[in-house]
């Protein structure tokens, strides 16, 4: 007795799940990109991809309920497609977040820089590789990977509270205002961005052990 | 997908909400068997089964054809006494005391421990004659009536033949007539209730009714369910016992637990092989 088809689209689900990760991702670096490069075209098309990506959430997210009203998935079966119906959640607001800096950048865009970005960048780097390893652990079933992934967290914490109070800094002068304001959301976005990573990293180990944990109590 | 060069080290948990391990340890227990073995001439059945029946609680048994779990529900109420060349060996408690003990009255054990089979078994009596029969063989007097009343309310058949008491039982629908035998078995008063496979002769939405029977009676009874139906054990059982048949084919307890973590995150490969259709 083994049930084929039924592998089958498992194995479908979590691969969608990675397609939509990877379409995540390239938002995210396409987003940052777009600010520190003033690229406009950039920016749109990041605002246009993120219609895409919605769509490919509630694809997936239908695939589950199917094979939910279909299979009668148990255990580990049932570990798996809760998870993916958690994951794409995350990664689809995610992709919101990227939308939200390329609309950042579009605003921005006619304006001088208010200052080098180095800090942001870096954030969206270790966001970015947190999101990447976090799937890796998922395809590999791995959760202690997964709980250490976590601990990078921090750092991106660590960043953004250095961001926020160089803008703030910057703020003194009236003339800066909108654009620290806006520089701050982006930031922010970044930040929020890598808790999502630790949110995925709760369901990989869900899926491995069963448990629900929280792993990363966010200072923000 | 990208690889990261990243190395991790392992960290504990910060924090967990839900301990999915803790268990219902206090639980009291209407019956327990206690290594049990069990024979048919030289084919050993059962191997070494250990298992609480949790009072007022319902514990389904699931496992693949032939893993021993009708011999293991036929274990609690002396059912296998009638077949040549059974043999059981270990303990099987009742109240603190093995049933299989020199002195120990089978009929009174089947009396306190009542069964429900896989296909509805009215004897061709009147409706009324099949409850007031245990009863009437157990000796009760006078308030036959009142027993009756009182068992076809419980199996929640009393408004559909509460004006055909005296018409036959086999004129009643294959879902009413399994009522009908829940009831008979209810009218003697047990302690606990076995049924085996008891609704796989019955349509899907008779047997939906059923489970909301067992879980109402599970409220007086302790229920113990035989089912191929893992989705009815899903359903209707506080916690479940797997078997699975070993190598020389005796059937063996493989894992046992509460419901929900059986079946969300079972402890043993071969249970979550088998829930998840994947065995053999």
């Known amino acids: 007795m083994t049930r084929t088809g039924f592998d089958r689209q498992l194995t479908e689900i979590q691969e969608e799940m990675l397609l939509l990760a990877t379409l995540v991702d390239n938002a995210i670096e396409r987003s940052v990109r777009s600010l520190t490069e003033r690229d406009l075209d950039l920016a749109r098309q990041v605002i246009t991809d993120d219609l895409r990506i919605n769509r490919k959430r509630y694809e997936i997210e239908e695939k589950c309920l199917e094979l939910i009203a279909t299979q009668q998935p148990l255990a580990s079966d049932l570990r798996t497609i809760v998870s993916v119906l958690y994951i794409i959640v995350d990664l689809e607001r995610m992709a919101d977040h990227a939308e939200g800096i390329a609309k950042i950048a579009l605003m921005l865009a006619d304006e001088p820089p208010l200052m080098p970005y180095v800090d942001i960048p870096r954030m969206a780097e270790i966001a970015r590789r947190m999101l990447i390893a976090s799937l890796e652990t998922l395809k590999d079933r791995d959760a202690a990977r997964a709980r250490a992934i976590c601990n990078e967290d921090d750092e991106v914490d660590a960043l953004y509270d250095k961001v926020y109070g160089e803008l703030v800094k910057l703020m003194v002068n009236d003339a800066n205002i909108e654009r620290a304001t806006h520089l701050t959301w982006v930031a922010h976005n970044l930040e929020r961005i890598a808790d999502r990573v630790t949110n995925i990293c709760e369901r990989v180990v869900y899926l491995v052990e069963g448990k629900i944990e929280e792993l990363n109590v966010s200072t923000y | 997908m990208v690889t990261s060069p990243l190395q991790y080290a392992a960290v504990p948990a910060t924090a967990r909400i839900d301990d999915v391990d803790a268990t219902d340890a206090q639980q ?249 259709g994947r065995f053999g």
């Open chain 2, 28 to 276: 009291d227990v209407a019956m327990e068997l206690r290594a049990v073995h069990a024979w048919y001439g030289h084919f050993r059945a059962l191997k070494g089964v250990t298992l609480p029946v949790p009072k007022r609680r319902i514990t389904a048994i699931i496992g693949p054809s032939g893993c021993g779990k009708s011999t293991l529900i036929r274990c609690l109420n002396r059912m296998n006494d009638l077949i040549p060349g059974f043999r059981i060996e270990g303990d099987v408690l009742f109240e603190g005391r093995n049933i299989y003990e020199r002195g120990v009255d089978a009929v009174e054990v089947r009396r306190r421990i009542g069964m429900v089979f896989q296909k509805p078994n009215p004897f061709p009596k009147s409706n009324y004659d099949n409850v007031a029969f245990g009863a009437r063989i157990n000796g009760y007097d006078g308030k036959l009536n009142e027993i009756v009343e009182r068992a076809l309310r419980q199996a929640a058949l009393w408004d559909e033949v509460h004006d055909k008491l005296h018409k036959s039982a086999l004129a009643l629908s294959g879902w009413q007539q399994q009522r009908l035998c829940i009831a008979r078995a209810l009218a003697v008063e047990p302690e606990v209730i076995l049924m085996d496979e008891p609704c796989s002769a019955l349509d899907p939405v008779a047997t939906l009714k059923i489970e909301d029977l067992m879980r109402e009676l599970a409220r007086e009874y302790s229920i113990v369910i035989v089912t191929h139906n893992m989705q009815q054990a899903a359903r209707v059982a506080d916690y479940t016992a797997v078997m699975m048949m070993a190598e020389d084919r005796a059937g063996e307890l493989i894992e046992y637990g509460p419901t929900s973590h059986i079946f969300t995150n079972p402890k043993e490969k071969r249970t979550e092989d088998y829930i998840t």
